[in-house]
């Protein structure tokens, strides 16, 4: 990343009695990143969240937000960011767009053009003049993240947004916070237990497990930023018409095994071709080749071993 983060943990720590809920726990997010959150249930992602949004304190570490801190120039720093913390709550006797404008009153560089452009974000123009009562789920989640962005905040924190969200809703949402990345540059910041979403909606996550940061794994392509090894190592799928005499012909190519007919080999990604040409010249017959990838869950439950997910 080459433009300085909107937001930084440096050694976050929180200790309630004689435990420690939160241990030197330290990430970035950069402009227009969507950035993850995932743990099991106790982790302590909800925890930190209200840390950065200053509903609880922190014991030691610091947390700057557009380069100032919480803990030493708290207004300049909270006033860069929008949250919804749990769900978003609205006056659901009041339309969309009253409730808007009553928030809007807060901050008197909220103008009803911008009131407009947020509406028009998030899709609301159709309904934004009905009453909340008669949004849905969905709607409402629309409606507090529009709030939300109303003063453009560099940062917007967003603890478990997709609760309760069926899928039409989930996948609205997720639009929505990659358009808000894109073409407003905010750094998005949200936490989820729904791992295949998260895969979909974000450039990277931070896993947490027992309080501490375990990974920062991008999703977008790249590699781990912690892992080690060989970068080009990979895991390759051969289907081929004979795999046991496949699997003896490339003996020492790579560590291989058969599986369901089929036969997985884990080599340098640059070798593919040779491997082909080498069967094929062998006289065993390639139907496909496909390169395997684990999914963000399969990764997830590699790091946490299984433990719930929450």
Known sequence: MSQAPVARLHNVTKVIGKRTIIDRVSFEVHPGEVFGFLGPNGSGK?????????LMGLTSGDI????????????????QVGAIVEN???????TGYQNLLHYARMNPSVTKERIQEVVELVGLQGRIHDKVKRYSLGMRQRLGVAQAIMHKPKLLVLDEPTNGLD???????????????????TA???????LSEMELMCDRVAILQKGQIIDVRSIRGDRAEGEVGNPQLTEVQFEVDHPDAALGILE???????????????ADRNAVAAINRRLVEAGIQVYGIRTKTKSLEDQFLEMTRSETIG
């Open 46 to 54: 909800t925890t930190t969240i209200r840390m950065i949004v200053g």
């Open 64 to 79: 700057h937000i557009a380069n100032h801190s919480i803990k030493t120039a708290f207004p300049e720093a909270i006033v």
């Open 88 to 94: 978003p709550e609205m006056y659901k006797f009041l």
């Open 167 to 185: 899928p039409a809703g989930i996948r609205e949402l997720r639009d929505y916070l990659r358009r808000l990345a894109q073409d407003e540059g």
């Open 188 to 194: 998005v910041l949200v936490s989820s237990h729904l």
């Open 252 to 266: 020492g190519q790579g560590e291989g095994r058969i599986v369901d007919g089929l036969l997985l080999l884990s």
